[in-house]
């Protein structure tokens, strides 16, 4: 089967770095993506791995390991704006998108 | 720009009634998706659309029809509404050509049935 594994929640502070951590497992891959989804929003579009390694935006980071089927996205100097979903999504052998369900990302001050 | 455009925003059903949620975009894109979101869960496909007069079905499909008579448009129908189908409705499309997959959101549709 398919399966899209990501924390449910996690607790950051503002100012400081976070990683959030996605597995999969799917029936072909034809890249990786995050969205960032603010309640009551629609998803937005942040970043996509199709090759191996770091790709780097601004504040966050994602990263691909093809061979451990893993991504993680990185932020960096968090802002409470930055609280939100973050989805994790994997374009399968037809560019069907499998979802995960999703980290909630709480900023404190 | 508009974008993905769906219509209603929100809207509340009886148990039994029919609806239609319509999804329009205006980037020329040749796929369009109607996807559910429920708490504690990943998006979920119901049906999808891969060109003008084309459907297919995705993930949950039943309790659901669509039709896409024009490129831009994509209709999602509940025949018979049930309390199951409370949920948040997004439609999306991407290109097809090129294409990496990523998809563009609708600002989603928040349906209650009672």
């Known amino acids: 089967g398919q399966n899209i594994d990501q924390p449910t929640e996690m607790t950051a502070t503002e100012g400081a770095i976070v990683q959030i951590n996605c597995t999969y497992q799917?029936?072909?891959?034809?890249?990786l993506f995050w969205y960032q989804q603010h309640a009551g929003e629609a998803p937005t579009f942040l970043s996509y791995?199709?090759l191996d390694g770091l790709e780097e935006k601004g504040r966050f980071s994602s990263f691909l390991s093809r061979s451990k089927g893993y991504s993680y996205l990185l932020l960096k100097e968090l802002q409470m704006k930055d609280s939100a979903s973050y989805l994790c999504?994997?374009?399968?052998?037809?560019?069907?998108?499998?979802w995960g369900a999703g980290t909630k990302l709480i900023i404190k001050p | 720009n508009a974008g993905v455009t769906q219509t209603p925003k929100f809207r509340v059903l009886k148990t039994g009634q029919s609806m239609t949620l319509l999804c329009a975009q205006d980037?020329?894109?040749?796929?369009m998706y109607w996807y559910r979101q429920d708490p504690g869960m990943g998006l979920r496909l119901i049906h999808y659309?891969?060109?003008?007069?084309?459907?297919a079905k995705g993930e949950v499909p039943d309790g659901y029809n669509v039709s896409r008579l024009k490129k831009q448009n994509f209709l999602l129908g509940l025949e018979s509404a049930a309390p199951s189908q409370t949920s948040v409705y997004f439609c999306?499309?991407?290109?097809?050509?090129?294409?990496?997959?990523?998809?563009?959101f609708g600002e989603g549709s928040r349906l209650t049935v009672l």
């Open positions: 999306a499309s991407r290109p097809g050509t090129p294409d990496t997959g990523e998809l563009f």
């Open positions: 980037m020329n894109h040749e796929y």
């Open positions: 659309s891969v060109g003008e007069g084309t459907t």
């Open positions: 799917t029936s072909g891959f034809n890249g």
């Open positions: 791995n199709v």
């Open positions: 999504a994997v374009a399968d052998s037809n560019y069907q998108l499998i």
